[in-house]
């Protein structure tokens, strides 16, 4: 991988500077499998897990035997709440369950910074030279996304948060914003662009383990 000149913009969209990043000194390899691990684990972790069906215990019914054993005629059968018949209980009944998990933490920082270098890549990051709201303004902050012709869904990543940015963005459609203290793989891969202030892409590199730039050097 080499730099790449990033251009940034301000609210107006107008180009001002570049910003030159080398993805490799983010991630030094982008490794699918664990993107897709990432992924796998954060969805798994967003489940309720709140499925329940009744089993034959605890459908209504009594318990007493349908009919005599021999001698009717038809199939023997016991009880009325069996699986087999209409009204029955589940046979192998849904039960509410944890699927969360983990994933050991330096893995997940490491998906993280392949997410963001993945971006970086395949050109699917904007650059903003500062995003600031003085109150909650939904006009405001949707003139800036049309501005820089941002028109799919999008993750903002800021550098710290800012409760009027948030509830600036938060009514519109497709449109996340979070701390850049706070994305991860999954919040970044869901959406097809990546709009980073500058102060939060240099804080982000700037959290990047020492040794790995060592090693890019």
Do not use: C
Request: glycine share 6%; proline share 4%.
């Amino acid at each position: 991988m080499s730099s790449k000149e990033l251009p940034i913009f301000d609210k107006s969209g107008k180009e001002i500077g570049t910003f030159s990043v080398d993805p490799s000194a983010i991630a030094n390899r982008i490794s699918a499998q664990l993107l897709h691990d990432a992924v796998v684990m954060y969805r798994s972790n967003l489940r309720q897990g709140s499925a329940k069906s009744k089993t034959r215990a605890e459908v209504q019914g009594h318990k007493k035997k349908m009919y005599r054993q021999k001698g009717t005629g038809n199939a023997r059968a016991g009880s009325l709440r069996s699986g087999v018949r209409r009204g029955g209980g589940h046979i192998f009944a849904k039960q509410p369950r944890d699927w969360s998990y983990r994933l050991p933490r330096k893995a997940l920082q490491v998906a993280t910074r392949m997410a963001v270098a993945s971006k970086i890549n395949d050109s699917q990051i904007t650059l903003i030279d500062a995003l600031s709201a003085d109150a909650p303004k939904t006009k405001e902050v949707a003139a800036v996304l049309k501005a820089l012709s941002i028109q799919e869904t999008v993750l903002v990543a800021v550098e710290s948060y800012d409760v009027n940015l948030y509830k600036s963005f938060r009514n519109i459609d497709g449109v996340r914003i979070l701390p850049i203290s706070e994305i991860n793989a999954y919040e970044v891969l869901r959406p097809k662009r990546l709009l980073m202030t500058k102060a939060a892409l240099e804080k982000f590199i700037d959290s990047v383990p020492q040794r790995l730039t060592e090693t890019q050097s």
